[in-house]
Nanobody, 124 residues
């Protein structure tokens, strides 16, 4: 089981980035998937999550209308499209997969498999 994240970088405020997370060793569509972010000194925050089979989607209030989670089952890859990025979006972003109940979809503790983080830096 492996998750390989990519797509982070440096962008100016108002810009866009797309994060990718390729899964191998298992079928992504069977599990809840999520993107989380963390800055030093703060707890990991659930940014956006899909329930298993994508029936329910979660977005943190701070990213609603700007970020979009998606997945390509044929490529076994999940994405996070981030538009209108702001300096407060600066963080290490990580993808995760797990058997998670809907009520806990945004709780990182429910996710068993994690990709390595990718740094997103938004300059003002």
């Amino acid at each position: 089981v492996q998750l390989q994240a990519s797509g982070g970088g440096l962008v100016q405020a108002g810009g866009s980035l797309r994060l990718s997370c390729a899964a191998s060793g298992f079928t992504l569509d069977y599990y809840a998937i999520g993107w989380f972010r963390q800055v030093p000194g703060k707890e990991r925050e659930g940014v956006s999550c899909f329930s298993g089979r994508g029936s329910t989607t979660y977005y943190a209030d701070s990213v609603k209308g700007r970020f979009t989670i998606s997945k390509d089952n044929a490529k076994n890859t999940m994405y996070l499209q981030m538009n209108n990025l702001q300096p407060e979006d600066t963080a290490v972003y990580s993808c995760a997969v797990g058997n998670v109940i809907l009520s806990s979809m945004s709780d990182a503790r429910g996710y068993a498999s994690w990709g390595q983080g990718t740094l997103v830096t938004v300059s003002s």
